[in-house]
């Protein structure tokens, strides 16, 4: 079936950075985008990026667009989300989700809390 | 970008329908139908229930029905059950080719 299975938690200081994963199985990887959202724990959800695993296209937010890299390695069929220069305001779950048209998400990983303390 | 704004919580008896709106600007929703809706369960991932306006992804049930009036969309449940019982985010592709998300609504089956 298909599945987004996310790497595991991460505890990261301020002022460093995180690289989450997201491993893609059970379909065509190269023929849809991923999308990345995060949700601070208790509160709603916040749009970060897209990326295109076929031709490398990528969308960012623009609050966070310089310091938040999407790529993809289509060999491992595996996409990731790079955050630099963390704070406390970066302290969330954070989803991939594979694009089936431009606004909707099917399905969702299975998210990844980043903590960011010191 | 700002969020779309929906109400912060709804209520309603099993068997009942209840009504969750969501409401943006002309920029927020762009010139097309992409407005889709995700319903969260406590310590879950997000589930979309309805695409593209008023479409049901394979597998969701036929008692929840979505539509759009302007720049308000709606996602309606009917036939209440304590399964029901979860936060609903909208959601709307944006004439800046990015998404933003309603702030969700957290339904409470009575």
């Known amino acids: 079936q298909v599945q987004l299975v996310q790497s595991g938690p991460e505890v990261k200081q301020p002022g460093a950075s995180v690289k989450v994963s997201c491993k893609a199985s059970g379909y065509s990887f190269a023929n849809f985008d991923i999308t990345w959202v995060r949700q601070v724990p208790g509160q709603g959800l916040e749009w970060m990026g897209r990326?295109?695993?076929?031709?490398?296209?990528?969308k960012y937010i623009e609050r966070v667009q310089d310091r938040l890299t999407l790529t993809t390695d289509t060999s491992r069929t595996t996409a990731y989300l790079e955050l630099r220069s963390l704070t406390s305001d970066d302290t969330a779950v954070y989803y991939c989700?594979?694009?089936?048209?431009?606004?909707?998400?099917?399905?969702w990983g299975q998210g990844t809390l980043v903590t960011v303390s010191s | 970008q700002s969020a779309l704004t929906q109400p912060a919580s709804v209520s309603g008896s099993p068997g009942q329908s209840i009504t969750i709106s969501c409401t943006g600007t002309s920029n927020d929703f762009g010139d097309s139908d992409y407005v889709s809706w995700y319903q969260q369960h406590p310590g879950e991932a997000p589930k979309v229930v309805i695409s593209d306006v008023s479409n049901r992804p394979s597998g969701v049930s036929n008692r929840f029905s979505g539509s759009k009036s302007g720049n308000t969309a709606s996602l309606t449940i009917s036939g209440l059950q304590p399964e029901d019982e979860a936060d609903y985010f909208c959601?709307?592709?944006?004439?800046?080719?990015?998404?933003?998300f309603g702030g969700g609504t957290k339904l409470t089956v009575l």
């Open positions: 989700a594979r694009g089936r048209s431009l606004n909707w998400f099917d399905p």
């Open positions: 990326i295109s695993p076929n031709t490398g296209n990528r």
């Open positions: 959601s709307s592709y944006t004439s800046t080719n990015t998404v933003v």
